[in-house]
């Protein structure tokens, strides 16, 4: 299923001729000439779109929270800063259709009242910021950004800022103390970015793929839109997959579809002999499922009541060469570099769940350092300023729940993977 | 204003709207445990010990930066609440440098009381602290990385208080630190040595240079006749270390004091006080008289000082030439002192009492040492005394009250207000008024000055002329006036600038916590010295005019201007 990606790769991604002969900014037309703002919104809302870039926030909802502040300015941000590991779908809607995200931009600054947006990319992207620099340029030029668009009184413009590598700066106050020249370390909410984001002035913050989709809804309608995906989840979902899967890259799919049917059907299966393990959902801080999981769909609400977030619509696929510990080491190891330091459970959280899981993987573990990782991983989900250290505890607490026989065997001496520095092989329990 | 209907461990409560969980929990009278929280800062919401239990929210929510809504439903000591904080702060006390029996926060340390209360009785987690180098690269402030928190208090109160900006956070993960760029020391960067910082660190990650061994060695030392002089502030503050209320006046215990400890004189920093008055206040006549740079600033504040060496040079000109009360009383008691007492200046030491951090640099300025020797040779700050007195178990409480020495004794009301914000303001003006105009000045009282508020402003006829002046406490209300200077918007004759927050009795050197409530109670114990004074205007202080017909001559006279005034110098913000 290709809807919001349908194209990229198609056309070339600076050729506004060629955009427009796709159908490029036939919505933002329809919503500044044959719409009215509210409707706009409400074409959102009725849509059920909601955020991509991993909280699925009901957009429309967003969307008027914004609408409804009163200020002399107002803000939109593309959040570009794709940091979550194993995921690059926004790279490829960046790269291949930029014209379509800052569509998205301009119909949703008409849609809130914003007059500017930033497109915040990650600094590892240099050639997609180029790139974006002359799309903006571009619809300079052309009268799709500035004062008086398409000749009405909406005036929109758009700057593309980068930070310097920290993940935190997806998150959305750090990215907004970044764009403000600041260190990239998260607020406290409230007050919520729709209220007083930068520059203490209401912000609406977009994932790339979530903007991509506004000019789909617009265009079609949301009746029409609806009838992508599932009763909960409206539309498609750009999924990067990686790992032992035969045919790795970004996918777009409707939502409820199995992550078995993703695996075997669109991913082409395994490219080892060996099987399926596990499937991590979401990027390094999302869940960890066993294999005996893979039908769950993907679905916001069916992955909801399992407490698993599909997040930035990651998906790493691991065989049973990967030692599970070895596997949450590295992840971890990812938080204890990435963890701005603001926070007391964050900061000292994940330097802690390192040492413990390195005692553990040398063979030096003990129980109760089982029930002290569990403590720390609670104490940083429950306590934890932002997302990334309530997030950054998952794969831990999910392999501590599904994968528990492999923590008890390396307690016990032993790595059935062979990866660890012990013995080779299973303790049977039971 | 809104009120909304919370419930908070099952008691029904009602609170005004935007009130914080914090706020609603203390009007019942629940104490929450926190640690980056300060009554005097903005929220912060970094260490999470203040979490609490809100129905609905899945998460554990900080309460110092959460207000409540309608209906909400808080509960503060539920199991899942208590377990959260111990766990946080055993992760805070895994990485800190727990030898509190050698700490110089040991009692009075947030940290302690927080783990006391939570009872903590042992850490999980492995011991992380780091053992860092100290800096003690400057004269007045010493950083140990080791005990830090990071709570962000330091930090908040150099940037957004003080303006200054020299210590931030710097790394990410548990390598952030709270340091000078760079990690330079403190003196590679434009510190100013306020020490606001030491004053709202939690623990003793920041404080004062230690010169108490430095004194005691020289007190020990026969051959030395050490004098003592004790700042306006001091008296009004160092009693709340021994059980007495904020703002009670005890000057009489610590003179009393001093000259138990072993002190040969005991002075007060109030007699040069005074001097300043007509000194500093016939400068500003000359500058008005004879066109000189205007408006003219105060110089008494080291920190102060040292703020507009570095960020506004252009202003040097502006500022007094008169040297400090603690300075112009070095100079003093190592030359007409000397003299007068014929006392070998070499083996006088000169020892201060101040409220301040910054006083420590500025005794060791190479200007400073106009008398032929180091003028003041060790400073102690407020909470030095407190230290030394109980190394010496003195009883402070019984001890019986004594009066000041001459010929440094004397004092009047307008020295003892020099230690609020605004003091040496009316001070001036009630002089300068008598001075130009000959006539009594009836309502001495310039409440127009006076108060906490950051900048105040007065217009005060004098003869023919109106005096237009201006007050600012804490530095980045400084930079407030000072940008109005640069942008030609002040048309001030004179102006009054003190570094800390309140002036000296909310300096860097004076007894913890100092919040604003502490402060403005010190703040009525100076106006309450000044009101018991029979003569409250300097100029009419005999011991002064003494001075002049003994040893000085005039104001801005050939002695006073060798002893009296100075110069300064711009500082370069970073050395390259």
Redesign the interface.
Known sequence: MILVSKLCGKISPLSLKDYKENGGFEALEKALFKMKTEQIIDEVRASNLKGRGGAAFPTGLKLQFVASEKSDIKYIICNADEGEPGTFKDKILLDGCPFQIIEGMIISALAVGASYGYIYIRGEYPQTKDLLKKAVNILKEEGFLGKNILGTDLCFDIEVRTGAG?YVCGEETALIESIEGN?G?SR?K?PYTANKGLWGKPTLVNNVETLINIPYIISLGSEEYKKFGTKSSSGTKLLSISGCVANKGVYEIEFGMTIREIINEICGGVETDKEIKFVQLGGSSGAVLPAEMLDIKIDFDELNKLGIGLGSGAMFVGDESICILDFVKTTMEFF??????????C??????IN?ILNRIIEGKGSNRDLE?LV??CE?M?????CGLG?SAPTALLTTMKYFEEEYKEHIEGFCRAGICNLKKGAVVYG | MDNVNITINGVAVSVKKGTTILEACKKININIPTLCYHPDQELKGNCRVCVVEVEGQPRLQPSCCTPVTQGMVIKTNSKRVREARKAIVELILAAHNCNCLTCIRNNNCELQNISRELGIDSVRFDNVEEILPLDNSNPSIVRDGSKCIKCGRCVEVCSKVQGVGAIYNINRSHDMRIAPAYEEGLNNVPCVYCGQCINVCPVGAIYEKNDINNVWKVLDDKSKHVVVQVAPAVRVSIGEEFGFDAGSIVTGKIVSLLKRIGFDRVFDTNFTADLTIIEEGNELLHRIKNGGKLPMMTSCSPGWIRYVEYFYPELLENVSTCKSPQQMFGALAKSYYAEKYKINPENIVVVSIMPCTAKKAECIRDEMNDSGYQDVDFVLTTRELVRMVHQSGININKIEEKDFDDPFGITTGAAAIFGATGGVMEAALRTVYEIVTGNELKNINLTTVRGIDGIKEAEIPVGDLNVKVAVANGLNNAKIILDMINEGKADYHFIEIMACPGGCIGGGGQPIPGNIEVKKQRMDGIYNVDKSKLIRKSHKNPAIIKLYEEYLGEPLGHKSHKLLHTHYAKRELYEV
């Open positions: 920290a260190d370390r406290f409230p204890k570099h990435e963890s701005c330091g603001k926070c007391t459970p900061r000292e959280g994940n330097r802690h040492k002290l403590d720390i104490l989900k429950d306590t934890s300023l309530q």
